[in-house]
């Protein structure tokens, strides 16, 4: 096996390890949402999403999830989710929450990160 190999295999593991962990975290973040789990309902609710408003984010969170893990989804997934993460970030710097803005703004870097390591020509436009 020739180094470049080895590096590229490696840059795809790395890609691949980057890439679950948002997937992860919005999966999770869904199902709690979905389960109505109170501490996160009132966290919610400070940033304006009840009722049937919650529901459509943990939609929108678990749809942007699966789009971004199915391979043939994946570049509109990762779109998706960076819009939705962008929402995330813009929720909470609008309710003054900005320690809470790091943790969206970090998983949509690692998507990013991860994506770029795994499949450089998704952005051969940069």
Not at 37 to 62: C, Q
Not at 71 to 83: D, E, N, Y
Request: aromatic residues 10%; proline residues 4%; hydrophobic residues 55%.
């Amino acid at each position: 096996m020739s180094n470049s190999n080895g590096s590229s295999k490696a840059r795809s593991i790395a890609g691949l390890v980057l890439m679950a962990l948002p997937v992860l975290a919005l999966t999770a973040s869904s199902l709690v949402k979905f389960a109505h789990v109170p501490v996160v309902v009132y966290k919610m609710n400070l940033l304006g999403f009840s009722g049937g408003r919650l529901t459509l984010v943990a939609a929108l969170e678990i749809a942007s999830a699966l789009l971004f893990v199915y391979p043939k989804t994946r570049s509109f997934g990762l779109l998706f989710l960076s819009a939705f993460l962008g929402g995330a970030v813009c929720a909470h710097v609008q309710a003054g929450q900005l320690g809470d803005a790091g943790g969206p703004a970090v998983f949509l870097a690692l998507a990013w990160l991860g994506t770029w390591l795994r499949h450089p020509e998704m952005l051969w436009s940069f």
